[in-house]
């Protein structure tokens, strides 16, 4: 991944955990943090990148995006009754719900 990519990674994990507030429930900071990088690490994606880049980027996708799969379900189900930590989770139903759908 490029400095920048990383960079500007880190940035998006500072404001996802700022953005969920001291008020969110940890694990909804938490997933907030591996949407966040799942979504942005998703938009490096290019196939023209070194197979090598490639790779490493996939293992980083894997990671993060997966965790936040997983834990999307629970928490939809722990908080279903939370409007505020629903409309949260809604914002990233599309980008984590679909990851490793066509792999």
């Known amino acids: 991944m490029k400095i920048s990519g990383f960079i500007f990674a880190t940035w998006l994990c500072v404001s996802g955990v700022a953005y969920a507030g001291s008020t969110s429930p940890r694990d909804v900071q ?3 943090k591996n949407a966040d990088l799942c979504v942005h690490l ?3 994606w290019d196939s023209d990148l070194p197979e090598q880049e490639q790779k490493d980027l996939k293992l980083s996708m ?3 995006c997966g965790a936040a799969k997983k834990q999307l379900n629970k928490l939809s189900i722990k908080y279903k009754k939370n409007a505020a930590v629903q409309k ?4 990233y139903d599309d980008s984590v719900k679909l990851y490793g759908t066509n792999q």
């Open 30 to 32: 938490a997933f907030i």
């Open 62 to 64: 894997d990671k993060y």
């Open 88 to 91: 949260t989770l809604s914002q």
């Open 42 to 44: 998703a938009g490096e």
